[in-house]
């Protein structure tokens, strides 16, 4: 596992994708609609990793609560791993709570799943593996 990418909650994409072109000296390279997690997400690349930033496009979504709850900040770390229907298997016989059972479409192209926050000392872990 390596990681992919680090989630960021933001209220705002427009206005946070202007600051963090400013942190990184570089524009977002993608900008991406994730419709069955009422999402719109903004990638920035760093190194080998990249910076995903999350608005919510509608109330309910995971995103809408968490800044509610929280306010905007860091919401998950994602690692990609090469057979994600593997590691969610692996991992649950290992004991821990999954989000998701089976893995479904992400943003940049990815296949996802997230483990519990409960299992992972408070951490939202997230699965992705490149769809081929």
Known sequence: MKLEHIGIAVKDLEASNELFKKLFNSPHYKVESVESEGVSTSFFQTGESKIELLEATNE????????????????????????IDFEL??????????????????ADNKRIAFLHPKATNGVLIELCQEKK
């Open 60 to 83: 309910d979504s995971a995103i809408a609560k968490f800044i509610a709850k929280k306010g905007e900040g860091i919401h998950h770390l994602a690692f990609e791993v090469v057979d």
């Open 89 to 106: 298997e692996r991992l649950q016989k290992e004991g821990f709570q999954l989000i998701h059972q089976t893995p479904k479409d992400g």
